[in-house]
């Protein structure tokens, strides 16, 4: 019997798989079927790390602004200055004020200053704790 010689298409197959893994160590660079369960594996950890990284890239943000307010003004803290932020509807992300914070330390005690010159009195009523009598209102 002759020799038959294979069509190209399997080994075409093979080579994206293992163009995938170049640079994986041991076995998962060499043997096909190792390679496409690394692949698999792969595809998994970073579909499920691209909500993780959004989730803590938000965190340090946060704990950068939380630190370099704090540090600038003693009265003031994050979740107060985010919420006047949005009730004088300066609308700044996250991201760029922590960046403000770490690049631009005098724009953002600018900001802080600005917030804390005009800062209102917020007067909790009964509506928003309803364990409160009619005639007691706390001020914050």
Same mark, same amino acid.
């Given at each position: 019997?002759?020799?038959?010689?294979?069509?190209?298409? =399997?080994?075409?197959? /093979?080579?994206?798989?293992?163009?995938?893994?170049?640079?994986?160590?041991?076995? %998962?660079?060499?043997?096909?079927? &190792?390679?496409?369960?690394?692949?698999?594996?792969?595809?998994?950890?970073? %579909? /499920?790390? /691209?909500?993780?990284?959004?989730?803590? +890239?938000?965190?340090?943000?946060?704990?950068?602004?939380? =630190?370099?307010?704090?540090? %600038?003004?003693?009265?003031?803290?994050?979740?107060? +200055?985010? %919420?006047?932020?949005?009730?004088?509807?300066?609308?700044?992300?996250?991201?760029?004020?922590?960046?403000?914070?770490?690049?631009?330390?005098?724009?953002?005690?600018?900001?802080? &200053?600005?917030?804390?010159?005009?800062?209102?009195?917020?007067?909790?009523?009964?509506?928003?704790?309803?364990?409160?009598?009619?005639?007691?209102?706390?001020?914050?």
């Amino acid at each position: 019997m002759t020799r038959v010689r294979r069509g190209y298409i =399997a080994r075409r197959r /093979r080579k994206r798989i293992r163009s995938f893994a170049a640079g994986f160590r041991g076995a %998962h660079s060499r043997l096909t079927q &190792t390679i496409a369960q690394q692949q698999l594996r792969a595809w998994v950890s970073s %579909h /499920r790390d /691209r909500g993780r990284q959004k989730r803590e +890239f938000r965190r340090l943000w946060i704990t950068r602004l939380n =630190a370099a307010i704090r540090e %600038h003004t003693l009265n003031l803290n994050y979740s107060l +200055f985010i %919420h006047t932020l949005y009730k004088r509807q300066l609308l700044l992300n996250r991201k760029i004020l922590a960046q403000l914070a770490i690049f631009n330390r005098n724009c953002l005690s600018i900001i802080s &200053t600005e917030i804390l010159s005009n800062l209102p009195r917020i007067s909790l009523s009964d509506s928003e704790f309803p364990s409160l009598n009619k005639n007691n209102k706390v001020y914050i």
